[in-house]
């Protein structure tokens, strides 16, 4: 029998990240990336097998990002219409209240998805551009939706609470409701794989640190706090974005730098974050600068390291004792020093890092604390799609 074909797409506002795959085996048939849909000068970067082919063209909208996408795969000998894919899987930001597991869409289920776009202006109107698009291009083939959000749904009452007006909060769906759940839930299964434990009996802590970063607190399997809130823009310090920070500085900025409602969600979304303190998002360029001596560079890296150690403590008394701390995405998976620095010193909680270890070319799940060392500490390479995948054919086998 053929393999079982799920395409995954995650549609950003200006780009879509597409993979092929088969969800039994994670083995990936082609990926790829759409970027600057509807800017001028926009790029497609597909890769099937060992071959890679880009190409540069205008691309006016999403169904026409994907039609391109569409037209590589045929190129590539993968004609996706007629390929027997078995579901379409979208990664979709914000389920709010009302979505709390992978969901077949439908009409009414993309109305809802339209209406929960209030919680989230930025990502939810680009997914749904990216699940129209594929309507057109697929008309027959189940789509399910897979949500940011679902797996922290049952996150207990005080910790997804915010201490202001409950009526206005009511009124306005003001909660926590956290995000990237889709990696925090695979990474956290794996960690009880790798460990040969039931998830059941474990409690974790998961840094989900790329671009965007978070983390979580895991009891039993199950989430009982994480650092994103309302939108992801809360908790760690990001690549762009600031985390936490004191809501009367928005109060002070409109007062006094006269900045509007846009020009608050630039600075805070856009221009704060690694880029804001020291002029780079990527932790590679960082970690240059770093090592030339800029003092900026220094300082944000000091202030993402101190941010992730408050949490780890914060999370660490939540939970009462953690069985195992994990590091996932970009930054947590490849980069040793935040591990280590995130960690260091801690030797009286249990928690320790092996330097030879922590820095092992391995690639793949790893632990990185030392023999019998009390809490287990690990990296786990995230893996969103094929999670999505997996959840698209869950639920579409149930039809
Ligand atoms: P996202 O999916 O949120 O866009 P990723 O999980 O891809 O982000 O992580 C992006 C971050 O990971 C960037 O800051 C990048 O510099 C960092 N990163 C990726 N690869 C490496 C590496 N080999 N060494 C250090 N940092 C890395």
Not at 65 to 90: E, M, N, P, S, Y
């Amino acid at each position: 029998m053929e393999p079982a074909r799920v395409l995954v797409v995650n549609s950003g506002s200006s780009s879509i990240k597409y993979q092929l795959l088969d969800p039994d085996s994670g083995k990936v048939a082609a990926s790829g990336l759409v970027e600057r849909i509807g800017e001028g000068g926009g790029a497609i970067e597909h890769t099937a097998g060992e071959h890679t082919v880009t190409d540069q063209v205008d691309i006016p909208d999403h169904t026409a990002g994907l039609r391109l996408a569409f037209a590589k795969f045929a190129d590539t000998g993968q004609d996706l219409t007629t390929a027997g894919i078995t579901a379409v899987g979208h990664r979709v930001v914000h389920g709010g209240e009302v979505f709390y597991r992978p969901t077949r869409i439908d009409d009414r289920v993309l109305r809802t998805i339209t209406e929960l776009s209030t919680l989230a202006p930025l990502h939810n109107p680009a997914n749904i551009r990216g699940i129209e698009a594929v309507r057109t291009l697929l008309p027959d083939v189940p789509q399910v939706a897979v949500f940011d959000t679902a797996f922290f749904h049952g996150l207990p009452e005080a910790a997804k609470t915010y201490a202001i007006d409950r009526q206005i909060a009511e009124a306005h769906g003001i909660r926590r409701y956290g995000f990237h759940g889709t990696s925090h839930e695979y990474v956290s299964g794996r960690v009880a794989e790798f460990l040969g434990r039931a998830p059941g009996s474990l409690n974790q802590i998961v840094f989900h640190l790329g671009n965007g970063a978070s983390v979580s607190a895991l009891r039993g399997g199950s989430p009982v706090d994480t650092s994103m809130g309302l939108t992801p823009l809360e908790g760690l310090v990001m690549g762009t974005r600031s985390g936490d920070l004191d809501p009367g500085i928005i109060l002070h900025l409109m007062r006094t730098a006269h900045l509007d409602i846009d020009g608050i969600d630039r600075l805070l979304n856009r221009g704060s974050g690694l880029r804001g303190m020291a002029g780079v998002n990527d932790f590679r360029e960082l970690r240059r600068r770093i090592e030339s001596g800029d003092p900026a560079a220094r300082s944000a890296y000091d202030v993402y390291v101190h941010r992730l150690r408050h949490y780890l403590g914060a999370y660490l008394i939540e939970l009462g004792g953690v069985d195992a701390i994990t590091f996932t995405a970009g930054v947590g998976e490849n980069n040793a020093e935040v591990r280590a620095d995130a960690l260091a010193g801690l030797h009286r909680f249990g928690i320790a890092v092996d330097p030879e270890l922590n820095t092992a070319a391995d690639r793949g799940a790893r632990r990185i604390s030392p023999a019998g060392a009390e809490v287990q500490v690990l990296v786990v390479p995230t893996n969103e799609e094929l999670a999505i995948a997996r959840a698209a054919v869950a639920v579409t086998g149930n039809d």
